[in-house]
């Protein structure tokens, strides 16, 4: 049985910083790793994907600010968040796939996702 279980969410002052992980288990040979958000009334999107040739894709309101990085001994991925704000507040998911990193970047095409975990940043 496939798992991904994130980790790292919590409150935090804006300016401030989280780190987020995502463990996955169960499946090998993933090939692109991502994180998403949503907020309640909005689509989940994309926040920062990153494949296994090293390939990134970043939403443009967290370039500069984010820095995805995944351990592939570990299976998990990370997602360093600096400079936080207000608007980053959302319920982030991750997402992998052993599918293509096309797929995965153009169409948001992942195999498993996780359960989601609480980002909230105070004002």
């Known amino acids: 049985q496939v798992q991904l279980v994130e980790s790292g969410g919590g409150v935090v002052q804006a300016g401030g910083s989280l780190r987020l992980s995502c463990a996955a288990s169960?499946?090998?040979?993933?090939?692109?790793l991502g994180w998403y958000r949503q907020t309640p009334g909005k689509q989940r999107e994309l926040v920062a994907a990153?494949?296994?040739?090293?390939?990134?894709n970043y939403a443009n309101s967290v370039k500069e600010r984010f820095t995805i990085s995944r351990d592939n001994t570990k299976n998990t991925v990370y997602l360093q968040m600096n400079s936080l704000k207000p608007e980053d507040t959302a319920v982030y998911y991750c997402?992998?796939?052993?599918?293509?990193?096309?797929?995965?970047?153009?169409?948001?095409?992942?195999?498993?996702w996780g359960q989601g975990t609480q980002v909230t940043v105070s004002s």
């Open positions: 990153l494949a296994a040739g090293g390939s990134t």
């Open positions: 169960g499946v090998d040979n993933l090939n692109v």
């Open positions: 997402a992998a796939t052993q599918g293509s990193a096309y797929e995965a970047f153009v169409n948001h095409k992942y195999d498993y």
